[in-house]
């Protein structure tokens, strides 16, 4: 043979070779195990869908079905190579960063793929502290960046377990019962509870997911129960094809059920429980002084300082800076947080991505790039209803992760501080704005808004004034701003202003607006009493301050001190908060409208020393926050998440311990009457109807009509197929003795009745230790009576 020829032979045999090796390392595995992972991996996926409604637009499917196939990929290529459980571990977690980066952090992945120092600290961020985050973002989670490894991290970590124990552990299994194959389901369960708890209030096709994962889980439980062969020893060949119609009709029957009960029973989305609306959010609005409270700073401090600079602005645009609803005869201020998910002072972390509110109308779009300079505060100045918000540029902590929106208000705040140096951009969407006779036709939105308390009488009565005989509520709401403008006069009581004027929006402030003629104040006196007429009358209303600078077309807008402004809205059904402007134009006020009394000599007496005046206040005291409550709680009080962990945690047991003590009270009293009542024959008779129904709970069945002995042999059998142990002489012997005691009319002895029940205990017990912990507890809750048995 040449040597071309042997090297064709040499090739061929490797191809061969080559050839043969993958069927072969493939064969390491069972055709039964491949159907495991395969219906794990499915339960993942149907589990994992779960997070849609959180994360939104299907942006967490490339990480959470990546995290999928990555953990039952190194779980099953692990063990093909038989690979230790150590090895196993340090690989799955290489494969974890490898395949991590380009799946759930593509944005820090050096060319899209290869893993960054930014990547892979994410990772691990993100699967230690991404879970906190995000219960606090507001959907659609989209930043900080290492949110998204929440999905890739949770489905990794339940395919690899799960998979793992599919491979490894249920081939190796002594006996291969349904009981070991439903542990592998934990870890589908607790993924599809954490979409769940990590979700919003509406559902991703709740019912549908909910019915595909238990009919894929029945039947896969069932076909696993008939491959194992624990089912009892029968003469009837056709026993295993109707067991296999029996199960699917009982899955079929149980789908239809729980599709029905669930379209019937589902509770409103309200009722829903998910952590992120029982986590209260850590920014805390009522640290802060009322923004409105220091309106004169930037009127007199501020006044020509440059506090940022605005691209993009259109003419008329106002700037919003923080809205307020909330009234304490003091200041107007923020809802205290804990008084809602909705409230003006409850704010979120979120993303990029912000939603718009429940109540609007949405109008023009804006598109503008703000650069902080002078400006210093928690609130963040913005424009219109913001959709999009994107940090170009920071000092310090990144304000990305810093950020809470009131998408209700649209009021946005740092929690870092808004400081010089910070740049972003923004698209926002303005409240479209019917005209009055479209408005004159809807009526004042039902909002539950706080009270406002502390309002003097003379705002009550100038409401009514005011409003005049108008029918309808915009009517009456252009005849208060139209009353404010036409009887009051703008000041803001800098030294340049022709009269003074008070700051502050205080009760006594009010009453000294609306007594006093000329009435004179500024946006901060006029917003506010507004806000309090248009509240007396029944119209939802709340204020808003920012800033109203001149715009020049085609150039940076700078925004100063003097452009800070105030304004009022009132909600209207259907179409959202509509702005009212209620303050003056007009600045010359008359300084004094009466005529001088003609003076007259008057002798001379002696006058006392004047006492010294009290210094006139000219600023209402500012009130931050109200840290001496008047409805104190009591002492003690268990908090909300302390009741949902005792009901999540006492429930379960209420429902294990309470039938288990009822049925276990129930098997005591049977075997006290077996034991105790009537004659020694009967008492023996007793210890074998005893046997027959503690194996009979464990599981096996026992034919009908059949003697004692037969019995025996049929229950021999069944133990010996499921590796259950039996005495050292079966249960022949005992099944004997019984049919003698119980036939041979002889006396029957207390011995012979006791050393009856002996053997009874110890072969009842003896199964029950070996059958395993799950079927035990099984058993514990099964109760049945034998049935009179004849004789051999």
């Known amino acids: 043979m040449s040597a071309n020829a042997t090297g064709a032979t040499t090739g061929t045999r490797a191809a061969r070779a080559q050839k043969s090796a993958t069927p072969r390392l493939l064969d390491r595995l069972s055709s039964t195990t491949w159907v495991d992972v395969a219906v794990l991996v499915a339960l993942s996926v149907v589990a994992v869908l779960g997070f849609e409604p959180a994360f939104g637009h299907y942006s967490f499917a490339l990480a959470a079905f990546g995290g999928i196939a990555v953990g039952a990929a190194a779980a099953v290529v692990c063990r093909l190579f038989r690979l230790s459980v150590p090895i196993s571990i340090a690989i799955a977690l290489a494969a974890y960063f490898l395949f991590g980066t380009p799946l759930a952090m593509p944005g820090q992945a050096t060319l899209v793929v290869l893993p960054s120092l930014d990547s892979l600290s994410g990772l691990v961020i993100g699967a230690v502290f991404g879970w906190a985050d995000a219960v606090t973002l507001q959907a659609p989670l989209e930043a900080p960046p290492y949110v998204a490894v929440v999905p890739y991290f949770a489905s990794w970590l339940v395919a690899l377990v799960s998979v793992t124990l599919a491979v490894r552990w249920l081939p190796r299994a002594r006996t291969r019962g349904v009981a070991r194959a439903a542990v592998l389901l934990a870890g589908p369960v607790l993924l599809f509870v954490a979409g769940i708890l990590l979700g919003t209030r509406d559902p991703y096709f709740a019912g549908a997911r909910g019915v595909l994962f238990a009919a894929v889980a029945l039947l896969w439980l069932g076909w696993r129960r008939s491959r194992a062969g624990s089912v009892e020893v029968s003469a009837d060949p056709g026993l295993k094809r109707r067991r296999l119609i029996g199960t699917g009709v009982v899955v079929l029957g149980a789908v239809a059920v729980g599709a029905l009960a669930g379209s019937i029973l589902t509770p409103p989305a309200d009722a829903r429980f998910v952590l992120r609306q029982e986590v209260t959010p850590p920014f805390d609005p009522l640290d802060y002084p009322s923004p409105l409270a220091g309106f004169r700073e930037y009127t007199k401090d501020l006044e020509k300082t440059e506090l940022f600079t605005v691209d993009g602005l259109s003419s008329g645009q106002v700037i919003r800076l923080a809205t307020m609803d909330s009234y304490d005869g003091v200041v107007w201020n923020v809802t205290d947080p804990s008084s809602g998910t909705d409230a003006s002072g409850s704010f979120e972390l979120l993303g990029s991505t912000i939603p718009q509110p429940p109540l609007f109308t949405p109008g023009a779009k804006t598109e503008a790039g703000i650069d902080i300079r002078e400006y210093s505060d928690v609130w963040l100045p913005t424009v219109g209803y913001v959709t999009e918000l994107s940090f170009r540029a920071h000092k310090g902590d990144d304000p990305a992760s810093t950020v809470r929106v009131n998408t209700s208000t649209g009021t946005t705040a740092v929690t870092s501080g808004v400081a010089d140096g910070l740049r972003y951009s923004l698209d926002a969407t303005a409240q479209k704005v019917p005209n009055d006779k479209a408005l004159a036709k809807v009526a004042p939105a039902k909002i539950s808004l706080p009270p406002v308390t502390n309002v003097p009488d003379i705002v009550s009565a100038k409401a009514e004034e005011?409003?005049?005989?108008?029918?309808?509520?915009?009517?009456?709401?252009?005849?208060?701003?139209?009353?404010?403008?036409?009887?009051?006069?703008?000041?803001?009581?800098?030294?340049?202003?022709?009269?003074?004027?008070?700051?502050?929006?205080?009760?006594?402030?009010?009453?000294?607006?609306?007594?006093?003629?000329?009435?004179?104040?500024?946006?901060?006196?006029?917003?506010s009493a507004f806000a309090l007429m248009a509240r007396r009358l029944g119209y939802p209303t709340r204020v808003v301050m920012g800033f109203a600078p001149k715009v020049v077309a085609g150039q940076p807008t700078t925004v100063t001190g003097n452009d800070v402004t105030a304004w009022d809205e009132v909600a209207f059904e259907g179409v959202g908060w509509v702005p009212f402007f209620p303050t003056p134009t007009k600045t010359d006020a008359p300084k004094n409208q009466t005529t001088k009394p003609k003076l007259e000599p008057q002798p001379q007496v002696r006058q006392p020393p004047p006492a010294n005046p009290k210094p006139q206040e000219l600023l209402t005291p500012v009130k931050t926050k109200d840290n001496d409550r008047k409805d104190q709680k009591s002492a003690f009080a268990l908090p909300g998440w302390a009741w949902v962990i005792a009901g999540v945690i006492g429930i379960p047991l209420i429902l294990y311990f309470v039938p288990l003590l009822i049925i276990g009270a129930l098997k005591r009293r049977r075997r006290r009457r077996r034991q105790t009542q009537g004659p020694p024959d009967r008492r023996a008779a007793g210890a074998w109807d005893e046997l027959t129904d503690g194996y009979a709970e464990l599981g096996l069945t026992l034919p009908r009509n059949a003697t004692r002995r037969q019995a025996a042999t049929v229950l021999e059998e069944q133990t010996r197929t499921q590796n259950l142990t039996l005495p050292d002489d079966g249960l022949g012997p005992l099944a004997r003795d019984v049919d003698a005691a119980v036939f041979d009319g002889s006396d029957v002895s207390d011995e012979r009745v006791t050393e009856a029940w002996t053997r009874t205990d110890e072969a009842i017990a003896d199964a029950t230790l070996s059958a395993g912990w799950l079927r035990a507890r099984l058993a514990a809750f099964r109760y049945r009576r034998a049935r009179k048995r004849r004789a051999a």
């Open 466 to 527: 005011y409003a005049g005989s108008a029918t309808t509520a915009i009517q009456k709401l252009r005849n208060l701003e139209r009353s404010l403008k036409t009887f009051g006069y703008l000041s803001h009581g800098r030294a340049s202003d022709p009269v003074p004027s008070r700051a502050g929006e205080g009760a006594d402030r009010m009453t000294d607006l609306f007594a006093k003629s000329p009435m004179v104040g500024d946006q901060e006196q006029y917003a």
